[in-house]
């Protein structure tokens, strides 16, 4: 049987061969190189770290990060990313997919309309709402709690989700979902047992992606949560920078410890990171 | 009272019911309620505001005679020009991205060995946070920071300059940044797209004789030609609208009298730091009008759209 993956049957030239892997390893390792600089710096010491600036760690020290978690409140501020991320995903996937639903199956006036409109939305950058929101955020004196950047996150993920979500459901055969009729089954029943658990592909790769957005959000979350112990984990990165700007090797060890959410996660999921990606690349 | 209404919509009337024929129809507007309120919320109704808040002076909509005094200030103030100047510039990054990408992308095709991991770490840039990409970044361009350390010590110590402050060399060097970390996401998506052309059709050419150049532009680029036209779509609203995070991070103050900004970011500095929020929202309404302009490039581009 054919192999029906694509392979190089030419006889490999060797000068080819050498210029592609190194370009390929050229790319890698410029890919890597700040993370390698986080490393290695974070786990010198100043003095070390003065002489020495690209090598590797003369004697590895930990002081770093102790100073890090000692004078910070990182660990609160890690917990209010993780609380705004999950709590906004939940809201998105349950309105996205309710909205969806209806726009896969039914057809009803104005459906086409909203189809079209929710793509604009998704080209308008949030800084146009800030103003506005912020204003109605201190009217219902929100400020400084999660709700605000929850619920706004909430709706800027929306129209994505809602068109990821609707052209997935399409897909979805129609028999399945006759049968279920047929046997009485209501709505909610058709989304939640039937349409969400065919979905899931799509679903994880929505979540993935979607919390990749709202994790590393800087602007909103930089506006609306202005207090120590609200703020999110991006927001205090930022603010590393001028509180250590002489502490480079401390400096690093923050951002490492910031990073390493982010990065645990794409290690285990990064199927999912690619999928999300290419999912906008659908037929629009 | 609204709610339990609602919740008897959803709740019930099953699916096949026929003597309800009426519910049936407004069913789908019930499912579709929350999302439509949400986006209202977020959406229209900022967006009227500030549309409404540029035509008036001082920014709010019951202070004087709708006029267009906050748009003669942005239009004559050096600043909104630097700022829009900028963003062009970042559209710069998107041929020197299309390259790199396309060629790594072509590679990584290939299969060699180890390319999974490459297409995982390539992709790593674009996942870490902008802040904190950008942070690394900026101590690695300053003026005793490591790049020209290493200029200095292999005798180029001349062309170790402030790479984030000097005027010329700001915004290039954020491009720098930008190209590093989407690279990947150019790899990846073009990557997927190569993945999913006829294996046949390149038997064929290979069995035909056909060389690696005349592979790349007889079949791979034709094929590509709706993912890249996509790719150039999402960049450009990239570079035109959301640079704030970089600019933030490696100048942030947008650089003297805002030289280094991005539009979002002078709607950022007039909101938050000169206060003065007319000029923003003139602005905001010239981010919009770009945005629509983008609209409908992006429906005229995704029309002839395959699924990858």
Redesign the interface.
């Known amino acids: 049987m054919m192999k029906t993956r694509y392979r190089k049957y030419s006889p490999p030239k060797v000068f080819e061969g050498i210029v592609k892997y190194g370009i390929m390893i050229l790319f890698i390792l410029s890919a890597l190189l700040p993370l390698y600089f986080v490393v290695i710096t974070s786990l010198k010491t100043k003095i070390d770290y003065a002489g020495n600036k690209l090598g590797f760690p003369t004697h590895w020290v930990f002081s770093n990060f102790i100073e890090v978690i000692k004078s910070n409140l990182i660990f609160r501020w890690i917990l209010n990313s993780l609380i705004i991320t999950v709590i906004t995903i939940a809201l998105c996937i349950i309105i996205s997919c309710f909205a969806s639903y209806a726009l896969a199956r039914f057809r009803f006036k104005g459906r086409d309309f909203i189809l079209n409109a929710i793509i604009p939305f998704m080209i308008i950058p949030p800084v146009v709402m800030i103003i506005p929101l912020l204003l109605v955020a201190v009217k219902l004196k929100i400020t400084n709690t999660l709700i605000g950047p929850i619920a706004i996150y909430t709706g800027v993920l929306l129209p994505f989700s809602i068109y990821m979500l609707t052209k997935f459901f399409e897909t979805i055969s129609q028999e399945i979902i006759d049968s279920a009729v047929v046997d009485g089954c209501g709505d909610l029943r058709i989304l939640f047992n039937i349409i969400m658990p065919l979905s899931k592909p799509a679903l994880l790769t929505l979540i993935v992606v979607n919390s990749l957005y709202v994790w590393n959000e800087l602007l909103i979350a930089l506006i609306f949560l202005q207090s120590n112990t609200t703020r999110t984990l991006v927001v205090g990165l930022t603010l590393f920078k001028s509180r250590y700007s002489t502490n480079t090797t401390i400096l690093m060890a923050g951002l490492l410890i910031g990073s390493i959410p982010m990065i645990a996660i794409y290690l285990f999921s990064q199927k999912y990171f690619v999928k999300g990606l290419v999912a906008g690349a659908v037929k629009g | 009272m609204l709610f339990k209404l609602y919740w008897q919509g ?2 019930e ?4 019911n026929k003597s309800k024929e009426y519910m049936k ?1 407004i ?6 309620a ?3 309120v ?2 209202l ?3 229209i ?3 009227i ?2 549309i409404a ?1 540029s035509f008036v002076k001082a920014g709010l909509p019951d202070r004087g005679p709708v006029n267009i005094f906050n748009y003669t200030i942005l239009f004559t103030d050096i600043k909104f020009w630097y700022a829009f100047k900028n963003n062009l510039l970042f559209l710069l990054t998107i041929p020197v991205l299309l390259i ?1 990408s396309l ?2 992308s072509v ?6 060995k ?2 999974q991991i ?16 950008g ?6 361009l300053q003026y005793n ?2 790049v020209n ?2 200029l200095r010590s292999i005798n180029l110590g001349v062309l170790a300059h402030d790479w984030l402050v000097e005027d010329k060399l700001a915004i290039p060097a954020i491009m720098g940044v930008v190209i ?1 970390r989407d ?3 150019g790899t ?2 073009f990557l ?2 190569l993945m999913s052309i006829d ?1 046949s059709v ?2 064929a050419s ?1 069995i035909d004789g056909a060389g ?1 150049w005349q592979r790349f532009f007889h079949i791979f680029l034709p094929q590509m030609r709706s ?1 890249i036209e ?1 790719f150039v779509v ?1 960049e450009s ?1 990239n570079m035109l ?2 640079m ?2 970089y600019i ?2 490696m100048t ?1 103050v947008g650089g003297q009298n805002l030289k280094f900004a991005t539009l ?1 970011f002078y ?2 500095a007039y ?2 730091a000169f206060k003065n ?1 007319g000029v ?2 003139a602005a ?1 309404v010239i ?2 009008i770009i ?2 302009v ?2 409908f490039i ?2 005229r ?3 002839n ?4």
């Open positions: 959803i709740f009337y099953p699916a096949g129809k069913k789908p507007y019930f499912f579709v929350p999302a439509i949400w986006l919320a977020i959406y109704y900022p967006i505001r500030v808040s790199l060629l790594l590679i990584l095709f290939e299969r060699l180890g390319w490459a297409q995982g770490v390539l992709l790593l840039p674009f996942i870490l946070a902008i802040p904190f990409t942070i690394v970044f900026t101590y690695l920071g490591t350390e290493v590093w690279v990947g996401f990846v998506l997927s797209r294996e390149i038997e290979m690696w993912i996509f999402i609203i609208g959301w704030f995070d933030y991070v942030s979002d709607v950022y909101t938050f929020f923003a929202y905001c981010l919009l945005s629509i983008l609209v992006r429906s581009v995704t029309r759209m395959v699924e990858v």
